[in-house]
């Protein structure tokens, strides 16, 4: 019988995944995207019929309310769910996933509106079900988390015995023409940039004021970047399932004007998510900053350059240490000629592709919750190559090639 998947979420992200998913129709069969604005999802379902010859169906769910997934997933008779909406929706699709039979994959983990906090535990603490309902559930399929995860199982398998230090480098050097814009959705991306960093070393967490850590990396096919230590979500699940590990850190580039930009948001409280009243309404400040600040979903058509992504792993392999790095490179404008958007959420809509085909395919499956370097890493890293993503490896000379200063 043909498969049947349900998208959810027709953002940057969603555009991605709908598209990937039809030009590999043969394991997605029926496709339905589905989102809290329908007419997204039609326009989207358009483009996707226009360039690949693929009709998607649509539909209308606030992925808030369990209830409304249920019974979404049940009319379309989901066996999978990609959920590329926000992490805020996480927990209620799982559970509508539990309730209903269906597959689950995301790409971020999941966060409450009301704290800027995101972690693993409300979503691994769903296991137990998962596995009771005889359903799988990937979480961080995108690329960072996602790919990144893969990269460090694909050295660990490849290159080492133990691995010691990773460090995971972001670099986005796209220019989309506008003073200032996200990426991805503004709101999250506000909420990760502005958290206190994280990194984790000898045992325990240690933690550092935004920004407060840099240093300069020379990105292949992008150059040298002013590059800043933040937490982000793979650290959580790396630390877990590597043995051995000494220091994991994560790296992410930002330009001077971004950061100026960000320190007057700051400053002037626009980014606060506490409500206030304004004219006897209640609004929350960076609400109003996100319904500003352009769509990146809209970005697409302006944004030249290319992205860097990659690890840098640091290890033992035959009593010897030696590093690996492992990393991506992508153009802006080559994402857009085809599937009609930027290059970040391109990046992460086709690792959730990926995730999702080997899942139907049954290739990376088991019941219960997992995270992606839990699986075997080369089946993934052979899709990467085939849907767009191809990725090289390169050996470092320096047995600890970054310097933080
Ligand atoms: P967008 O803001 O562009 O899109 C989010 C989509 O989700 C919109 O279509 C929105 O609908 C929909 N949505 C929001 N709330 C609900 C709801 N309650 N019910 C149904 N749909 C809803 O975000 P992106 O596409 O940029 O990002 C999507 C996800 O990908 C995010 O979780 C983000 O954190 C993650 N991400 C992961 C990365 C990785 O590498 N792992 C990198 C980048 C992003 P509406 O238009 O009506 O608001």
């Known amino acids: 019988m043909s498969p049947k998947t349900l998208i959810i979420g027709a953002g940057g992200v969603g555009n991605v995944v709908a598209f990937k998913c039809a030009m590999n129709a043969e394991t997605f069969g029926e496709i339905t995207l589905a989102s809290r604005t329908k007419e997204k999802c039609d326009a989207i379902a358009k483009n996707v019929k226009e360039k690949t010859g693929v009709t998607i169906k649509t539909a209308r769910v606030d992925a808030d309310h369990k209830d409304e997934v249920i019974d979404l997933i049940r009319k379309t008779e989901a066996d999978i769910v990609i959920n590329v909406a926000l992490p805020y929706q996480d927990l209620t699709i799982m ?121 300069v990396w020379d990105y292949p096919e992008v150059g040298p970047k002013d590059s800043y230590l933040l937490y982000h979500e793979e650290e959580e699940s790396l630390v877990k399932n590597i043995p051995g590990l000494e220091r994991i850190r ?64 640091h290890g033992i392999k035959e009593g010897k240490e030696r590093t690996i790095y492992i990393y991506q490179v992508k153009d802006h404008e080559e994402c857009y000629a085809e599937v009609m958007s930027q290059g970040v959420s391109y990046t992460t809509g086709v690792p959730a592709m990926i995730g999702a085909k080997l899942m139907l395919e049954k290739v990376w499956y088991e019941v219960g919750v997992h995270n992606m370097e839990e699986f075997d890493p080369n089946p993934f890293m052979e899709e990467l190559n085939r849907q767009g993503l ?10 600890d090639a970054l310097k933080v200063g």
């Open 95 to 215: 559970d509508a996933c539990v309730a209903t039979g269906a597959d689950y994959l995301d790409t971020a983990n999941y966060e409450h509106p009301d704290t800027a906090k995101f972690e693993y535990k409300e979503q691994w603490a769903r296991d137990k079900a998962f596995r009771e309902a005889g359903i799988m559930g990937l979480l961080g399929s995108g690329f960072d988390p996602g790919v990144t995860n893969v990269f460090v199982a694909y050295a660990q398998k490849h290159y080492f015995d133990t691995i010691k230090t990773i460090d995971i480098l972001d670099c986005n050097a796209g220019d989309h023409g506008y003073p200032f814009a996200t990426n991805f959705n503004p709101e999250i991306n506000i909420r990760e940039v502005n958290s206190k960093g994280r990194y984790w070393e000898k045992g325990e967490w240690k933690e550092t004021e935004p920004m407060e850590i840099k240093m």
């Open 250 to 313: 994560f790296w992410m580039t930002f330009g001077e004007s971004y950061l100026t930009h960000l320190r007057v948001l700051d400053n002037v409280g626009l980014t606060r998510i506490d409500p206030i009243e304004v004219d006897g309404c209640r609004v929350i400040p960076l609400h109003v900053l996100k319904a500003l600040l352009p769509d990146p979903a809209t970005l697409g058509p302006r944004t030249k350059g290319k992205t860097n992504i990659g690890v840098v792993v």
């Open 390 to 399: 191809p990725w090289q490896v390169k050996e470092l000379e320096s047995p």
